[in-house]
């Protein structure tokens, strides 16, 4: 079954996003890049030096089947962000950016007023724009209105690893969206995953979970698999969930003795 | 409204009565929760937590690389003037001293850029003493200026300025500063500083607030341990950075933690600081806080260095020179202290990685600024 993610200019048969942070070296964030088959992987533009063609973490992502999304982590504003968006499309010669803005340094929660401003002026400057959001549903219309190809809603705080909690929203999100659903931040086990695209989601974005496990190769894999399969059940339609158990000895059932 | 506020709320004595008092039920109780107060921060600093600072140490060790991932930030101080116009009893550059004074010209500046940016830092972090009239704003915008070609991000640990002033060097291109309140104890703190503009306790105290006002990026504080009971020190400074983060949102938070180290002018800590102390301590800030950043520097040993970095740390200094020009124009002039992990950069980097974890050397971008 033909079973792509399209994403303006780009298609993808992995629908397991990755990042590049937190790993205990650049060779294990490829290998585990590797394993997980991703072929669209976000690297922080504050993380890699863009005027060395050596720097350690591009030079481990050369392979062709990736794309590098560069994102905008460390900005506090949407006119900061356009900045950074800039200087990685120059940089790393691609018009993709994962528009992360997020002023409290605590939580990474992301502003959402700024990022509509940013996501609207890239939109204009002919950026393919990711904005991680909030798990709102209002924001993600706005911000297709605004012309961005996709959102990436938070499923719980980032790098807290507690799953999906925004379970109630995001159905709404998904339901709703006339662009493609990428959930994002807080996915901490391949059963989350899976949990997310069971419920719909287009593709889910994984860094911490697979990064500071005790075996992040293993670990990409485990995410691989659970994306696949969350997908195919999604696919073949999971049975309804039932409100009321069956009874075993019904109550109309001196109905049909008329 | 400022920290000054909260901090006149409490009273040392009172302060240093319940700490000590704590007992292993009360630390077996702090250490079954989840979410770790303020309150329970004392608890965890107490002699009574002593016994518990294994399972500290794990819980340590598992928050952070769940925060920050298997990774370790470098940066290297660059002082730039010893100049000094203010007594601090415990300060090698203290005016009184008689040392040879220096401050750094636009060429020797370049020349030791250049021997730490050979070293592989693109953090850096410059240091003066407190000499307004040779070293004040106008000098540290220049000296910037001349720096941040060669350096994604520039922290500065000078003299407490003003508002106005922090927000003239951070259009410069400054990320961070570093303003030590040495003792929350007002006596003791006059003692420790009888002359110059450091004397003035409530001016150093509100420096942070100046700090968060001017958006600056990213405030470090701390205490230096052994002037009082670092204890209660640390309280106030967990209840600085509290303070802090509730009204400063939008801005980072480091601690560092420094011990008296000796240096020209000796004077003796009052109070000791052992090393399993500084480990408890390190622990129970990140018990506190997932997300506050904790700061080694090269005043302590190797052995305590190579093990401290799984417990909590990160970030670290290597091969750090404490004299202006230090590096490359004038080595042999006098330092602010001794350093005591004397290793090279590549070296640390080196034992960094064998305890499985990525040396970050850049983590900002100038472009942010």
């Known amino acids: 079954m033909n079973d792509i993610l399209t994403i303006e200019d780009k298609t993808f048969t992995s629908r397991l996003f990755t990042g590049t942070g937190k790993f205990s070296s650049s060779q294990k964030m490829r290998e585990a890049v590797l394993a997980s088959d991703s072929e669209l992987v976000t690297v922080a533009l504050k993380r890699v030096d863009v005027q060395n063609e050596n720097d350690d973490i591009l030079v481990h992502l050369q392979e062709t089947h990736i794309h590098l999304l560069p994102n905008t982590s460390g900005v506090r504003t949407a006119k900061e962000a356009i900045f950074a968006a800039e200087l990685a499309r120059e940089a790393l010669q691609t018009n993709w950016v994962k528009l992360e803005i997020h002023p409290d340094p605590k939580y990474l929660l992301p502003d959402p007023i700024e990022t509509l401003k940013a996501a609207e002026e890239l939109v204009k400057k002919g950026f393919v724009v990711m904005p991680y959001i909030h798990a709102d549903p209002v924001l993600c219309k706005r911000l297709e209105e605004v012309g961005v190809q996709c959102v990436m809603p938070l499923g719980a705080p980032i790098g807290s690893s507690k799953g999906i909690k925004t379970i109630d929203f995001l159905e709404i999100i998904i339901e709703q969206s006339t662009v493609p659903v990428i959930v994002d931040a807080g996915i901490g086990a391949p059963s989350h995953a899976a949990y997310a695209m069971e419920l719909g989601a287009d593709a889910v974005l994984v860094n911490t979970a697979i990064a500071v496990s005790q075996n992040p190769i293993e670990m990409a894999i485990a995410f691989k698999m659970a994306v696949q399969a969350g997908r195919m059940a999604y696919n073949a339609k999971l049975a309804p969930v039932q409100k009321v158990a069956e009874a075993s000895s019904p109550l109309t059932s001196f109905l049909n003795n008329y | ?369």
Not at chain 2, 301 to 319: H, Y
């Open chain 2, 1 to 369: 409204m400022s920290f000054k506020n909260t901090f006149e709320k409490y009273d040392w004595d009172t302060l240093e009565e319940e700490i000590y008092a704590f007992t292993s039920v009360d630390v077996k109780l702090v250490l079954q929760k989840e979410v770790i107060s303020l309150e329970d921060f004392k608890v965890l600093i107490s002699p009574a937590a002593k016994p518990f600072i294994e399972e500290m140490a794990q819980r340590s060790n598992a928050i952070t690389k769940k925060r920050f991932g298997n990774t370790i930030q470098m940066y290297v101080p660059m002082y730039l003037s010893n100049e000094c116009q203010n007594i601090c009893t415990y300060c090698g550059f203290s005016m009184t001293n008689k040392i040879p004074r220096k401050t750094l010209t636009d060429t020797e500046i370049l020349k030791e850029v250049q021997h730490i940016k050979n070293l592989g830092y693109d953090h850096i972090l410059l240091v003066t003493g407190e000499a307004n009239r040779t070293v004040g704003v106008s000098y540290l915008k220049k000296a910037m200026e001349l720096i941040k070609k060669h350096f994604s991000n520039i922290s500065i640990e000078v003299q407490p300025l003003d508002q106005g002033e922090y927000e003239e060097l951070k259009d410069a291109g400054l990320y961070a500063v570093l303003v030590y309140q040495e003792t929350y104890h007002k006596e003791t703190y006059k003692i420790h500083h009888p002359k110059g503009k450091k004397s003035n306790f409530d001016y150093r105290l509100d420096t942070p607030d100046r700090l968060g006002k001017a958006r600056v990026h990213k405030i470090g504080i701390g205490a230096l341990f052994g002037l009082e009971d670092w204890r209660v020190d640390s309280f106030y400074t967990a209840l600085h950075l509290k303070y802090l983060q509730k009204a400063y949102w939008k801005t980072k938070y480091s601690i560092s933690f420094p011990r008296l180290r000796p240096h020209e002018g000796e004077v003796q800590p009052k109070v000791e600081m052992t090393d399993s102390d500084l480990v408890q301590l390190i622990c129970a800030y990140r018990l506190l806080d997932e997300d506050v950043e904790l700061s080694m520097s090269t005043r302590e040993s190797e052995v305590f260095r190579d093990n401290i970095i799984k417990l909590g740390i990160t970030s670290i200094s290597a091969e750090s020179k404490t004299n202006p020009g230090g590096y490359s124009v004038e080595p042999q002039s006098l330092e602010q202290f001794q350093i005591s992990d004397e290793r090279s950069t590549a070296d640390i980097a080196k034992m960094i990685k064998s305890q499985g974890y990525e040396v970050v050397w850049k983590d900002w971008d100038r472009s942010f600024v």
